[in-house]
Each structure stands twice: as C-alpha cells, then as structure tokens.
C-alpha cells in the first residue's frame, strides 16, 4: 500500500497485468489484509476485479500460491507476481514464450549486478532452466540473470504443492521441475526493482517520478520551511520539514515532523506520526525502533 511516485505500489502491479489483458486478479495475503479491503472495497484494484486469498497462517510462496489459485477455482494456465516487484517486463511475451515451450512453469529472468540476494536461473540454448539456486554466496553465482518473481503457471504445478504445510517454490516446487525439465525461463532487461528495501524504495520512487537521484519524491500537504534541504528521499503527506533541516537518502512517513536545523541521512526512515527533535543527527536510525 506504499505510494510509489504517488500511487500505490498494489496498484502500479495490478494495473501492469491489466496492461497484458488480465482482467481478474487474486490477491494473496496474510499480514494485515484489512488495509486492503478498506482500501478497495468495491472489489477493484488498478483498473481490474480483484478477489482476496487470505491465510489463516502463513504457508510460503508455493503454499500461497496452491492456497489462492485452489479458493479461486482456477483451471487453466495462470500469472502470478510478486507484490513488492514493480517491473515493466512484457508478461504476453512471456505468457507466449510458455505456451511455445510446452513449459509447465515460466520464469521471467533480470540481470542484476549482485545475484547473491536472489534465485539465480542459469538455462540452456533453449532456454530450459538447468539448476535454481536461492541465494548463493557472493561469487558463487553461474550467472546474473535472477528470478524476477514473475511466473507463468499450468493448473499441474498446483497439484505438485503439498497441502496443509509452508512450502517454498523456490527451494522445492521449482527444483523438482527442473528435474523433470519442464521448467523455462525467458531474460528481460525491462524495469525491475525488488522494492523490498528502504534503498529499493526509495529508487522505485524516483524512477517511476521521472527524476534523477538527486531529486526528492514529495507527498500531498508535506510542509517545507525556509531553508530545508531534501535530496534523495521520499516525503509521504502531511510530513513537516522545519527551517534548515536536512533530508538525505531517507523516507519520511506521513505526518512526521523533522524539528529545525535536524539532519536525517543515510537511509533513515521515518515513521508515521513520530518526530525527530530540532538540532538531532539520525544516520541510518529507525524511529520509532520498534517500526525497523
């Protein structure tokens, strides 16, 4: 529900699949699902007809997916996405790759510079996935191409995901398909960040804004006073920046207040509500703490 370059970061993922002729989406949740429902209460998200999966406990990334694609019914091949990956990758041209490979799944792939964060998905000419290593060390990789988080599924993957119990795709549904070579893979190099991070984040919303890093993404109502500074940041609404504050590289939540001559750097964020003193110096500081 973050706002990236303004709009929310839930919507900017619906409305990408809504770009490639999907018209109904399920959303699988756990953590706090009222946000959502509270926030589209007629049922539509980004332009489309959305529906909620919502976990009793949490059952991991194929778990979720047996769990939602089961109480929505589905019988045919299907996309799903990771909701904290905003990408512009051509989901049709991948959709269409699949369906020309007799694949049972398809991964999109993005070339990253430190794959040791991610699945790395070395393939072969064919574009075959020959291993799916989570995470290797840094070094390790076979290459940079990493799983986008971007999936084209056929109804049998679901019937290969253990009921009644977490199960990551990662570590074993997609494995298993490699064994039997039915896993495929397509690389991208269109727009893909991972905004899991203060970092990530705050890079989604300047380049979706259009602006370069030196720039700031300002929210509705923010307060900026006489002499403050805000590079490299992101300004939810309501916040205040007093006189000569400084804002580097940091988030500020909404209707937080940056008291006078206060320097707030280094990745900082800044909760909801909460108020950073005149004259303090936070550098990669948490406040509230309990909010990291």
Same mark, same amino acid.
Not at 217 to 227: E, I, M, N, Q
């Given at each position: 529900m973050l706002p990236v370059a303004g709009v929310p970061m839930i919507e900017r993922v619906v409305g990408h699949l809504a770009r490639h002729g999907i018209d109904r989406v399920v959303l699988s949740m756990g953590y706090r699902p009222d946000a959502f429902l509270d926030a589209y209460p007629d049922g539509r998200c980004g332009g489309v007809e959305v529906e909620y999966a919502v976990e009793s406990e949490p059952l991991d990334t194929a778990g979720a997916i047996r769990f939602a694609a089961r109480r929505a019914g589905f019988d045919d091949v299907f996309v799903v996405l990771n909701g904290d990956v905003i990408t512009e990758i051509d989901i049709s041209a991948v959709v269409k790759f699949h369906a020309s490979h007799g694949a049972s799944a398809t991964l999109a792939l993005t070339p990253v510079d430190d794959p040791s964060r991610f699945g790395v998905v070395p393939t072969d000419e064919d574009g075959r996935v020959v291993a799916f290593i989570e995470k290797p060390g840094p070094g390790e990789a076979p290459t940079n191409l990493i799983n986008a988080g971007v999936y084209v599924l056929e109804p049998s993957v679901i019937d290969r995901i $253990? &009921? #009644?119990r977490r199960v990551s795709i990662e570590r074993e549904t997609f494995p298993q398909l490699v064994a039997d070579r039915s896993l495929f893979a397509l690389a991208s190099d269109a727009t893909w960040i991972d905004v899991g991070t203060p970092a990530a984040y705050i890079e989604a919303n300047l380049t979706f804004a259009g602006v370069g890093p030196d720039a700031a993404?300002? #929210?509705? #109502? =923010?307060? =900026? &006073? $006489? #002499?403050a500074c805000i590079t490299g940041s992101v300004v939810l609404d309501e916040a205040v920046i007093a006189a000569d504050a400084v804002v580097r590289d940091s988030i500020i939540g909404r209707r937080a207040v940056i008291g006078e001559g206060a320097i707030v750097e280094a990745l900082s964020v800044i909760g909801d509500g909460a108020i950073v003193p005149p004259g303090a110096h936070l550098t990669g500081a948490r406040l509230p703490e309990e909010a990291a």
């Open positions: $253990p &009921d #009644g993404v300002v #929210g509705h #109502g =923010v307060r =900026v &006073d $006489p #002499g």
